[in-house]
């Protein structure tokens, strides 16, 4: 096992252009369908905190989008669900952030 994962590492060195168009095409397998995804709904960037409504769970805006427009008004855009600006309650943010994608 551990001579395996050797040996690939070796050809990752021999083969640095190839790895790097292996790398690209990944990267943009999982960019292509999150930068649609992701798609703020406010400021039109990829969601870097992406943050759902729980009311109707399918607004995908940024963290710092939602406590930009929770002091214009305590409700969801898309579902006119209640969010609590003292709580910060009504939306969930889905994943931490994305920093670790490349180009995101
Ligand atoms: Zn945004
Ligand atoms: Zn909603």
């Not at 995908?60 to 209640?82: A, D, I, K, N, W």
């Amino acid at each position: 096992m551990v001579a395996r994962c050797l040996a690939k590492e070796k050809r990752k060195v021999e083969e640095p252009v190839l790895q790097q168009k292996v790398i690209q095409d990944a990267v943009e397998a999982v960019q292509s369908p999150l930068r649609e995804t992701l798609s703020c709904s406010i400021c039109h960037q990829v969601s870097r905190e992406p943050t759902i409504c729980t009311g109707c769970g399918q607004l995908v805006v940024c963290y710092v989008c939602v406590l930009s427009s929770l002091e214009h008004s305590e409700s969801c855009p898309l579902g006119r669900c209640q969010w609590n600006r003292e709580e910060l309650s009504g939306f969930v943010k889905s994943r931490p952030n994305f920093d670790n994608i490349p180009g995101l």
